[in-house]
């Protein structure tokens, strides 16, 4: 997510963006900016890279007034450059954006017919030439931007200023977060509150719909139509570190907790409900003709691995396409059969990841297409590929793949959709609903992440035990795997993913009074079988915790706990049940007092062998 920042008062505003952007830094970013009115006329300053960058340009070329916006830019749209960093200008007027326009490229082009020329790739550019478009048409600013924000679809947090307007910031917001610092003669906007705390810890929020004018004498909120809403200012209380994390005590929480937002700002732009398909524009570079891949070969590493596994089944069930999985690790040594009739499909979250790397070195090598489903824009492994699908995660700070997890296995059902559309493998109105269980997801999820109280009390109690086993089948057996991985790696105790039916052979040695099993067990068709595993494990004096849509009695009756989710396409089964797993994986190691967002011996992307 972008950071945004914006003041209006008597101090110089430069040094007010910048250090308020500082506070942002932790959102991850790649370019950023700062644009303030210097005697009626706006200037602006942009730099690729980081903080330092833009305050080294700002020393050699200082910039006066005190009215500005500033923003760090997390590249979505078009890869990081100066002239791709916000703010955008466009006339008289100058904007900075965190968030998604879905309809840019109409609205662009509407604007291009009008003789518009555009600077940049962004989708954020199109807000500033409408608002200047509106004025050229005689509406004043106000009215002009509101226009504008009107024609907008997409999640966004806008804020803007005018030239020879020394007087008021707007600023107008949908999906993503917009806080108003309140202070003496002198007002703040921003993203998050970390930016505004040295300056004022009273707030207002804006709700979605919201547009706020910004004086220094005082803040007015209204609806984008200009009625009057009331958002009582609240008292801030968290200390500035508290506050980078929006609150929750660790990246990890709050991480977990955004994953709504991470898919719907994944979906967005690419969903076409009425068609029962999916707008994938960034795959043309692959071509149109996807019956010429007789073969996808998905490859990553650690978690980014487990969704390939889960990409397996929804791409062999939705695109009727042989599918292979490998560890990029394994794939770069094993000289693979890779060649033209090959897509190999590499996701990773930093796109950093060595083994990833040289396993699509290795393919582009071999002849096969590349397509990189990455969460960081212009990173190694998407620049090395032909084709990119983007996950809109946001910056994923916690060392443990939570958001981006699920991002990647999102990003494979609008893959897996596409292409089975493509191939003609399923009709409009199979679409329709595939598409349509889709968008219901991010809803599925914030009731999914009710049950944290009840995780909270069952990681407690079995927070002591020295082993874990995760069972489950079909495409769940790899949200096993994920979720012995997150336990694994944030509270330090041994655990191991198992496929359900494979228990038999093995594993139900382990089976005691001791080893809690955690089994996945969404009402599908294999229900019966693993419930027939679960009296195996109980029969033995497994303790057995289970994540189900399907709570039974006969279930009640030899779980010793039961985590309910809600139910979901099977096909999306594995994103919801991801949910408790990272949650209890939280909450154990809370109970262990282990360095939850930074894990011992672990790196967030392993560039090296
Ligand atoms: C996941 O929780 C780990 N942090 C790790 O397994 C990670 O998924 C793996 O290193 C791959 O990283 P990437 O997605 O950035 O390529």
Known sequence: ???????????????????????????????????????????????????????????????????????????????????????????????????????????KEELVAKGRTFQSETDTEVISQLIDEHMSEGLDFTAAAQKAVKQLEGSFAIVTFCHGDENRLLTFKTATPIVIGL????????????????????????????????????????????????????????????????????????????????????????IRQEEGDVSLPELDSLGSDWSKFERIYLTACGTAWHACLVGKFLLEEMARIPVDVDYASELRYRKPILGPETLLVAVSQSGETADTLAAVEEAAASGSKVLSICNVVDAS???????????????????????????????????????????????????????????????????????????????????????????????????????????????????EGYPAGEMKHGPIALIDEQLPVVVLLPRDPMYPKTLSNLKEVEARGGRIIAITDAPTPELEEIAWEVVTIPEANHLLAPILLSIPLQLLAYFVAIYRGTDVDQPRNLAKSVTVE
Request: overall charge negative.
């Open 1 to 107: 997510m972008c950071g945004i920042m914006g003041y209006i008062g008597e101090q110089e505003a430069s040094r007010i963006l910048v250090d308020g952007l500082r506070r942002l830094e932790y959102r991850g970013y790649d370019s950023a900016g700062v644009a303030t009115l210097v005697n009626g006329s706006i200037e602006v300053r942009r730099a690729v890279g980081k903080l330092d960058n833009l305050e080294s340009l700002l020393r050699e070329d200082p910039l006066a007034g005190s009215i500005g916006i500033g923003h760090t830019r997390w590249a979505t749209h078009g890869p990081p450059s100066e002239e791709n960093a916000h703010p955008h200008r466009a006339g008289q007027v100058v904007v900075i954006h965190n968030g998604i326009i879905e309809n840019f490229l109409e609205l």
């Open 183 to 270: 202070g003496e003669g002198e007002n703040f906007v921003a993203s998050d509150v970390p930016a505004i705390l040295e300056h004022t810890r009273d707030v207002l929020f804006l709700e979605d719909g919201d547009m706020a004018e910004v004086t220094r004498e005082g803040v007015k909120v209204t609806t984008f139509d200009g009625e009057p809403v009331d958002r009582p200012s609240k008292k801030i209380t968290w200390d500035p570190i508290t506050a980078q994390k929006g609150g929750f005590k660790h990246f990890l929480l709050k991480e977990i907790n955004e994953q709504p937002q991470a898919l719907i700002d994944t979906m967005l732009g690419r």
């Open 381 to 495: 492994i998407p620049r090395k590929a032909d084709a990119v699908l983007y996950t809109h995660a946001g910056p994923e700070i916690s060392v443990a793949s939570t958001k981006a997890f699920t991002t990647q296995l999102t990003s494979l059902y609008l893959l897996s959709l596409h292409v089975g559309r493509a191939l003609g493998r399923f009709d409009e109105k199979a679409g329709r609903d595939l598409v349509h269980d889709l968008v219901k997801l991010p809803s599925l999820i914030e009731e999914a992440l009710t049950s944290q109280k009840q995780i909270a009390k069952i990681a407690k109690k079995y927070g002591h035990a020295s082993d874990f086993l995760y069972l489950g089948r079909g495409i769940n057996y790899p949200i096993a795997l994920e979720g012995a991985l997150k336990l694994k790696e944030i509270s330090y105790i041994h655990a």
